[in-house]
């Protein structure tokens, strides 16, 4: 009888030890995956940033690793930001609430999350304003938004050559608070999304001053495509 329950023991024991070393090969696999994700999300971020900050003409080595460090820190700090607060909302729908309830407590944690976006907005602003000019730190906003400023605002003009002086004034300013916003976006699709909305709103602004938008744009169409016939 004492013999059954020492083997009945050792095979419990056993199973245990089996169960644990599973489990550890798991979270160490957890873990290697994990690691390797973010050594390769970091060499992204280190390769688009070197991208940017190469255009800026830097000589000083110093100076060029801090802004490079400064750019992967934010890109970084941003994405942890949006991650943290996506499985926050998350949760808030996986309880089962009601709702309005649900629906509110969404909207405060995107508020939260905007919160926290500008203050590390702002941070990364004022330190790359240590060492670069304005000229350097538009080129670096542009390129964290792909040239979609400089590019759509150079569109208007050639698409509209009559805008008043007010009328371009505004659509600067839109499309520069837009890339500001953009900056801070967690996708390359959600940065365009956050300039297609803006773009939106310029629209609106000039079919009330009365440009027919969609005869315009297409006309400036056939006007570029007449212009790559004669080239």
């Known amino acids: 009888m004492r013999f059954s329950t020492i083997h009945f023991d050792f095979l ?7 169960i644990i070393a599973i489990l550890l090969v798991t979270t160490t696999y957890g873990q290697d995956i994990n690691n390797q994700q973010e050594q390769d999300y970091l060499k992204v971020i280190k390769a688009r940033s070197e991208k940017i900050v190469n255009v800026l003409e830097i000589t ?10 400064e750019l992967i820190r934010q890109y970084s700090c ?8 996506n499985e926050i909302v998350t949760k808030i729908k996986q309880q089962a609430l009601p709702k309005e309830e649900a629906e509110e407590a969404i909207k405060k944690q995107e508020l939260k999350k905007s919160e926290k976006l500008e203050q590390r907005h702002a941070r990364f602003i004022a330190q790359l304003k240590i060492s670069l000019t304005e000229d350097q730190l538009d080129k670096v906003k542009d390129g964290m938004t792909y040239r979609v400023f400089p590019i759509t605002y150079a569109g208007y003009l050639d698409m509209l050559p009559a805008l008043t002086e007010e009328q ?3 659509i600067y300013i839109w499309l520069k608070e837009a890339r500001e916003l953009a ?6 699709e959600k940065k365009h999304a956050v300039f297609g909305k803006y773009k939106g709103r310029i629209n609106n602004y000039l079919s009330k001053a009365g440009y ?8 400036w169409q056939e ?8 080239k």
Do not use: C, F, P, W
């Not at 419990?12 to 089996?18: D, I, K, Q, T, W």
């Not at 941003?78 to 991650?83: A, D, G, R, T």
């Not at 900056?183 to 390359?188: G, I, P, Q």
């Not at 027919?212 to 006309?219: G, L, P, Q, R, V």
């Open 12 to 18: 419990v024991l056993n199973r245990l030890m089996v």
């Open 60 to 69: 000083d080595s110093h100076k060029y690793n801090t802004v490079l460090n």
């Open 78 to 85: 941003v994405n942890s930001i949006h991650e943290k607060s």
């Open 168 to 170: 371009r004034n505004q």
């Open 183 to 188: 900056m801070d976006a967690e996708s390359s």
């Open 212 to 219: 027919d938008m969609k005869k315009e744009s297409k006309a």
């Open 223 to 230: 006007r570029i495509k007449e212009g790559q016939k004669n």
